[in-house]
């Protein structure tokens, strides 16, 4: 398999673990645990996004290999921050999503990687920029949800 197809399974394990998160409710998890102030209407529109992103990934893969990576690497972000070391600092509190994070998530996004770096595709540049994005990917909605109560972001203010 080349590396579209790898993103393409990449696209289909991240909907796997947005049911994860929505039947186990991550919602609940994120407002007591990590503080963020989300509703399930956030949920729904991100997660939309992430899958428009996988699409976009996956049909870059053959043209812009950074850029079709930084959907991996937004998966072993997700994986790593958002469930394996909250769920380590909160001395085994289940993360919901962890599982599918741990099966899914850290295999497939690690072989995407080495899928571009075995066909040559990978320099260094591809790899700093693959991360980069997907940091700036994970950190979007966290840094909106965290300003839309301020004053000069809210629509209802006279």
Not at 14 to 21: G, Q
Not at 27 to 46: C, H, K, M, Q, T
Not at 129 to 147: E, F, Y
Request: some cysteine; charged content about 10%.
């Amino acid at each position: 398999m080349d590396l579209s197809h790898w993103i393409w399974l990449a696209t289909a394990a991240y909907a796997i673990h947005v049911l994860e998160e929505f039947s186990l409710d991550w919602r609940n998890w994120a407002r007591a645990v990590i503080g963020l102030p989300v509703e399930w209407s956030d949920f729904y529109i991100v997660n939309a996004l992430v899958i428009v992103l996988g699409v976009v990934a996956a049909n870059l893969a053959d043209v812009w290999v950074g850029v079709a990576l930084a959907f991996p690497g937004l998966m072993l972000v997700n994986a790593i921050f958002f469930h394996i070391l909250p769920m380590i600092r909160t001395r085994g509190r289940f993360s919901p999503g962890t599982i599918t994070a741990v099966i899914l998530f850290l295999p497939i996004g690690v072989t995407c990687y080495r899928v571009a770096v075995g066909s040559g595709r990978l320099d260094l540049w591809s790899l700093i920029g693959s991360v980069l994005l997907a940091a700036a990917l994970m950190a979007t909605p966290i840094v909106l949800l965290n300003i839309k109560g301020w004053p000069y972001f809210r629509q209802d203010r006279l």
